[in-house]
């Protein structure tokens, strides 16, 4: 259990800032409080990024005198469609390019840790009114995949194009002697079921994290002034549960 409380710190300091308190002394109590048809598999699966986090911090620590970005990019990374897996599938990032000064699309767009609101007081109103949006989508390349790839190429010691993204990448490559080993890590990772559904316990339901697909059946599309309750600067999504429709990559009110 301590472990798993060390994680949910770490996420909570990654996407929050800050840690509280997340202890749970009753497993039990935590399912109890899941809609009834919570899969955790299908809450990974929508939402994706939440267990990254586990393959980083299964390979803290473990990297030796090879975790450096020369070894890991001319050793591995060199091998083009396995980047490609590992940027666009672990590190979370889309493949086409975005415009960073707008609301972020599709599965970017439902997420508050990428698609982020710039809201300014109006006194008119004495509400915060949202004048714009930013897309901001981790460490991803806004350029897109293609041009992160040239980078790769043309990769020295030197270069200075997307090396951000490229170490961030080298996160997910363990310690091994080529693509194979690190290909076979990755897809065979065993994800810990207990730290997922803790996160959408903690964090993904105050979110407005969908927690399935909608497959046809569902309610209104989700709303911020009808769906949440503002909190200081946060919007607490609690109230609802939602799901995901396949179709238009939204979220709808779950039924």
């Excluded at 919570?38 to 299964?58: G, P």
Aim: charged residues 25%; negative net charge.
């Amino acid at each position: 259990m301590k472990n798993m409380y060390v994680f949910l710190c770490v996420v909570v300091v990654l996407f929050l800032g800050s840690c509280a308190d997340l202890s749970m002394d009753n497993e039990e109590a935590l399912k109890a409080d899941f809609p009834s048809d919570f899969n955790w598999k299908e809450y990974k699966e929508i939402n994706n990024d939440v267990a990254m986090s586990q393959i980083v911090l299964d390979l803290n620590g473990k990297r030796g005198d090879k975790d450096s970005i020369k070894y890991c990019v001319n050793n591995i990374l060199r091998d083009l469609d396995f980047a490609k897996t590992v940027y666009v599938d672990y590190l979370q990032c889309p493949e086409q390019s975005w415009d960073k000064n707008d609301r972020c699309f599709g599965k970017y767009g439902n997420n508050i840790n990428y698609s982020k609101a710039i809201v300014r007081y109006n006194p008119a109103t004495d509400k915060m009114d949202t004048i714009g949006w930013q897309c901001v989508i981790g460490t991803c390349w806004s350029e897109g995949w293609g041009e992160l790839k040239d980078s790769l190429e043309a990769y020295s010691e030197a270069t200075k194009i997307g090396l951000p993204v490229i170490k961030t990448m080298c996160q997910f490559i363990p310690e091994v002697s080529g693509v194979g080993e690190a290909r076979s890590y990755l897809e065979n990772f065993l994800f810990n079921s207990t730290l997922i559904e803790q996160h959408y316990h903690f964090f993904g339901r105050y979110d407005g994290r969908p927690y399935k697909y909608c497959n046809g059946n569902k309610g209104e599309e989700k709303n911020q002034e009808k769906h949440a309750e503002k909190r200081g600067t946060y919007y607490d999504y609690g109230r609802y549960t939602f799901c995901l429709d396949k179709n238009d990559e939204k979220i709808y009110v779950a039924q």
